[in-house]
């Protein structure tokens, strides 16, 4: 078993253990992931990025990852295949000739 | 190399070509994460899940794990670590005995 | 009237000509809040404040209001008089002199 | 002077009562008011907009649109002229004909 399925499997079971898969359907899950997207952001705000607290970053992150991986086991989709074909998707829209060194929306360049 | 490792690979690949390291501080990463969970939540906007549009989710929460990967390599956190302490912890705040079934945020069990 | 009420009547005839009460129930307005909170976001992603682009900053901050003020407009809030009262809740959250010159949240202060 | 000027003065001098001008860019006033929208949609999370909590929308909503009031005294737009020039805006990406009764983005109609 590789690492993304031994997580996936950790937060199944702590989801399963609680009764919680009932609340777990996909807006829902969006909707967590995005609060703690706003936690995360949290960290940095009023300061730069030396000042934000590295424990704070760490733990919000964490909750984010935890309801990223959450959605994808709902959809049964493979995290490692859809991020590599959108690495792939991207690649086509920042083309490196185009987009070296800028740091622009690909609609804008 | 496992998983993860091999998908910050191709991220940081990817990055680096475009030399896109400069403006990839931790601060922006967090708001870039925040913009694609916005996108991601617009999958879900004026319908219920099962409306939402499968490659939507599927690319908009590729783009979320990308930021999420590249902030935790940023901080050279490892992912499988932090997820796993972080559920522990939520662990501690969400007791099954309190928890199971209940849809509450820790502060109102 | 009014300016408040001038904008939501505004906003509510916008709506109501394109038959779109159906779809604005409270959650998905909120949605739609933060859907428009993103894309303001995005206005400074990679840059500091003074390379925002003033139209996009513009035009994203005014989606954000309208969906502020029609899910004002669902609860039958008075708009002025929440912030009214929130800003009264917030001045004993943030007293003075705890909290001059410093950007703390109050759980830290 | 009307209302919105009425509540921008009032968080100007709470603002200016603890010296946090200083903190207050653009920027940063964005990602406050995302931080504040994700707190808003988390009084929707697992459970339909019936069984929100009506004070912590309130409440939030009103943080949300504190930082917004924020933001545009900042750039010196003036909020009713921005949000009826958005309306406008977008009454030509919505043409009624068109998006009666419909939910989709304008690029899908």
Not at 12 to 34: C, G, I, M, S, T
Request: no cysteine.
């Amino acid at each position: 078993m590789n690492d993304i399925e031994e997580i996936i499997q950790a937060l199944v079971e702590f989801r399963d253990e609680r009764d919680w898969a009932q609340f777990h359907n996909p807006k829902d899950l969006a909707l967590a992931l995005n609060i703690e997207a706003g936690e995360l952001l949290e960290a940095f705000l009023w300061k730069p990025s030396e000042q934000a607290g590295i424990d704070k970053v760490k733990e919000e992150l964490a909750d984010v990852l935890a309801f990223a991986f959450l959605l994808a086991e709902k959809y049964d989709f493979n995290v490692k295949q859809i991020m590599l074909e959108k690495i792939e998707k991207n690649a086509l829209k920042y083309p490196v000739g185009k987009s070296k060194g800028v740091a622009k929306k690909y609609t804008d360049l």
